[in-house]
């Protein structure tokens, strides 16, 4: 089946790091890939999507490269602010029961920015 | 656009007692999903809908657990009875298609005591 495995948390960063976070896949055929953020009391918003290997996806200074060779679509953010503090969610979209397309999230990782 | 819709944004009830969660979805969006989001298991998708018909419901963990499709702009999930272990969020999101993104409600958080 399909599954995503990210990285644990929580992470803690000090303003201007710079972030990395990983995410790993297990899918049949050709998954598209994306990262949602959750800020507290919000639901899931996109963030990034690779739809075929070697894209980048990116978007508000993060970015995120599909590899199909190792599995991995890894965040990264070279410099991250206090406003970015928020849960990230790793997921794929593949086809799965019922022949549609659905999401299967990894398990969060919640990022604190310290000023 | 206002987005999917969700209500109410928070629910406590007793345990034993019947729980309607509600979801409009965004007008033109062809699926509908319902995910449960806890510590403990992070986001399961429930059941989903496609032009209103329930597609795959696997993950609707019990039989106290419902979820209806009345028309295109419109789903409930019911809980009949709650327990204290349905405390969850629960989201509803929608989509256009098969390769559109996923745009999710603000969720609900239901808590059974």
């Known amino acids: 089946g399909n599954s995503v495995t990210q990285m644990e948390g929580p992470v803690t960063l000090s303003e201007e790091a710079f972030l990395t976070i990983n995410c790993t896949y297990t899918?049949?055929?050709?998954?598209?890939l994306f990262w949602y953020v959750q800020y507290p009391g919000e639901g899931l918003q996109l963030l990034l999507k690779?739809?075929?290997?070697?894209d980048k996806g990116s978007n508000k200074g993060f970015e995120a490269t599909y590899r199909k060779e190792t599995t991995s679509f890894h965040l990264e953010k070279g410099s991250v602010q206090v406003s970015d503090s928020a849960v990230y969610f790793c997921a794929l979209s593949a086809i799965s029961s019922g022949s549609a397309r659905q999401l299967t999230f990894g398990s969060g990782t919640q990022l604190t920015v310290l000023p | 656009d206002a987005g999917v819709i969700q209500s109410p944004r928070h629910e406590v009830t007793e345990m034993g007692q019947e729980v309607t969660l509600r979801c409009k979805p965004i007008?033109?969006?062809?699926?509908l999903f319902w995910y449960r989001q806890t510590m403990m298991r992070g986001l399961e998708l429930l059941i989903y809908f496609n032009n209103n018909v329930p597609i795959d419901d696997s993950g609707m963990p019990e039989d106290r657990f419902s979820a209806k499709m009345p028309n295109a702009s419109f789903s409930t999930l019911k809980i009949q009875p709650s327990e204290p272990r349905d405390s969850a969020v629960y989201f509803c999101?929608?989509?256009?298609?098969?390769?559109?993104?996923?745009?999710f409600g603000s969720g609900t958080r239901l808590t059974v005591v």
């Open positions: 899918a049949t055929g050709y998954p598209s």
């Open positions: 999101a929608s989509r256009k298609g098969q390769n559109y993104g996923y745009t």
């Open positions: 690779a739809t075929k290997a070697d």
């Open positions: 007008s033109g969006h062809d699926y």
